[in-house]
């Protein structure tokens, strides 16, 4: 079998090949309930996980494995609807193999969304929330193992996992769409089960705004490679513990669905403005 990088590589390519674009600028990462935004969008071009090797297949509800690549305004955006979990069995080379192509492919920024639990003092379900960095409760890291210095440095410096230059350009985005987008810090539980109220008791009080299951994997090996991250969480329900009631999927499904045209309103500005890479 050849090397992660070899594959990489080779899976690059082929977006390239499959979309009819030379290089992507920015990638974005929809998550649970958010994958129709790209169906808003025109002239985009469509690819099925299933086309591009490596791409881990969407098991659960609400993931669709479908990339879309579309121009925004100065960027070439390549969208990934749907993601690989830990929760399903996939390793961690896996999990972020859609995102490590995707900078292959060019992308210098990646934008990872996500559905959470709320827990932190304010945050009411349907609320966008910018990440201003996370937990690794999962304990397990797509860095573990030996290191291809191609990809990325042995000791990767994860001070700013979440860029404060793009936190800033998502909340002008937002004041320009009229968006709220509220900041907090992202806790990563490996899942399926949702958070007993104790561990959530317990991942509040060291700090934890939201807790969910993805993204960390994706934003560590992006950071990595040296692309620039921004996360954006839509809270889709209130914590256990902190909710009066079963917390259920079709709860943020449910929530996702409500928040859809503000979500939409975000993106459109926001993957409009990002600016290029630095030289």
């Not at 674009?21 to 808003?40: F, K, M, Q, W």
């Not at 969304?113 to 201003?132: F, R, Y």
């Not at 109220?197 to 950071?223: F, Y």
Request: hydrophobic share 40%.
């Amino acid at each position: 079998m050849t090397d992660l990088y070899e594959r990489l590589s080779a899976t690059a390519k082929v977006i390239a090949e499959k979309t009819g674009v030379e290089r992507h600028d920015v990638a974005l990462v929809l998550g649970s309930g958010l994958n129709d935004y790209p169906a808003t969008l025109d002239d985009a071009i469509t690819v099925g996980y299933e086309e591009l090797p490596g791409f881990p297949l969407p098991t659960v509800v609400g993931h669709t494995g479908t990339v879309y690549s579309v121009q925004m305004g100065g960027n070439r955006v390549l969208m990934m609807a749907g993601r690989g979990h830990a929760y399903e069995g996939h390793p961690m080379d896996t999990i972020t193999f859609p995102v490590r192509s995707a900078i292959l492919a060019g992308c210098h920024t990646v934008v990872l969304t996500n559905a959470s639990g709320g827990c932190g003092d304010g945050l009411e379900p349907g609320d966008l929330v910018a990440l201003t960095d996370h937990v690794n409760v999962a304990g397990v890291s797509p860095l573990t193992g030996p290191n291809d210095e191609r990809l990325g440095p042995r000791f990767p410096d994860m001070t700013d996992a979440y860029d404060p230059a793009l936190r800033q350009l998502a909340q002008q985005a937002a004041g320009r769409a009229g968006v709220s987008l509220k900041e907090g810090v992202y806790f990563w539980f490996r899942g399926p089960m949702f958070e007993t109220p104790a561990e959530v008791e317990m991942a509040k009080r060291l700090g934890a705004d939201l807790v969910g299951m993805s993204t960390v994997p994706e934003a560590t090996a992006a950071r990595h490679m040296g692309a620039q991250v921004l996360g954006i969480s839509l809270c889709t329900n209130l914590a256990a513990g902190v909710a009066d009631q079963p917390i259920t999927s079709e709860e943020v499904m449910e929530t996702a669905a409500v928040a859809a045209d503000r979500f939409q309103a975000l993106m459109n500005d926001l993957l409009s403005t990002i600016p290029p890479a630095a030289d």
